[in-house]
């Protein structure tokens, strides 16, 4: 039986991407990766990522936000940029967007105030979130709280927290996206506890190609979506689910949040 898989968040318009983008989709659909959802990191990488969709409908997705690190781009029309570009139908979400302490590379305020931006559009237009978060918990978890009275739309993408944060997630509604960096076992220990007690209807999967390899790959060094299922496979390892089940639940979750149709 043929498992199908939906990798939530890929880089496709990366650097590395750039000679043989069409073979590297064409390995992942054959590898049974029926659909990928581009993250965009600022608004000129949503408006390539759109055409990108255009080429493959139906097959790739996209999200349009300004990354924490490109925070300093913000500008006043930031909201009216992304609503307007979010009117596409393959753009299916708000993102990556969210805060990032850890790097700085914008500051905080300039991080603060483009997130705050990000979670107005997502209560207008009702599309969910795609969140980045990188030691800045606390106040990540207090904009969130501050903008939805209910549960938040979106999904904590590439987490590797621990599972105090994951239940805080889990709590306010968000879905749990997994990458590969559960199978690098230098830092997965407390990865490996939290999806333990991660519910089958709030797991989703993302390789973040070209970034995070899986470790047993370690000799190639870029990522590519048809690596997927090796995260798959140690994730309902660690559940302690069959593969098959946990695809399921992957592919069911992954059309909800997103609102894919078919
Ligand atoms: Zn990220």
Not at 68 to 77: C, E, K, L, W
Not at 251 to 260: C, E, I
Request: proline share 3%.
């Amino acid at each position: 039986m043929d498992i199908d898989y939906i990798d939530i968040g890929v880089n496709l318009l990366d650097e590395s991407f750039k000679k043989d983008l069409d073979e590297v989709l064409d390995r992942a659909f054959s590898a049974n990766v029926c659909v990928l959802i581009n993250t965009s990191s600022s608004i000129e990488d949503a408006k390539r990522s759109l055409d990108l969709t255009k080429k493959y409908p139906s097959k790739i997705f996209s999200t349009a936000g300004i990354h924490p690190h490109n925070a300093s781009s913000g500008d006043d029309q930031l909201k009216e940029s992304l609503i307007g570009i979010l009117q596409n139908d393959s753009m299916v979400a708000i993102g990556e967007c969210g805060l990032d302490y850890f790097r700085n590379l914008s500051t905080k305020e300039e991080q603060l105030l483009v997130f705050k931006t990000h979670l107005e559009v997502a209560k207008e237009t009702g599309l969910p979130l795609f969140l980045h978060q990188r030691d800045a918990h606390d106040d990540f978890t207090h904009c969130l709280n501050d903008v939805f009275d209910s549960s938040v739309h979106g999904v904590a993408h590439c987490f590797t927290g621990n599972t105090d944060q994951m239940k805080t997630y889990l709590d306010m509604g968000l879905y749990i996206g997994i990458t590969g960096w559960i199978c690098d076992e230098r830092r997965n220990h407390e990865l490996i506890k939290a999806v333990k007690e991660l519910p089958l209807d709030r797991v989703l999967i993302e390789t973040d190609s070209p970034y995070l390899i899986p470790r047993s790959l370690k000799r190639s060094r870029r990522n590519e979506p048809m690596n997927i299922s090796i995260i798959a496979e140690k994730l309902a390892k660690e559940m302690g689910v069959e593969l098959s089940t946990l695809a399921n639940h992957l592919v069911t979750n992954s059309k909800k949040l997103f609102n894919l149709s078919n």
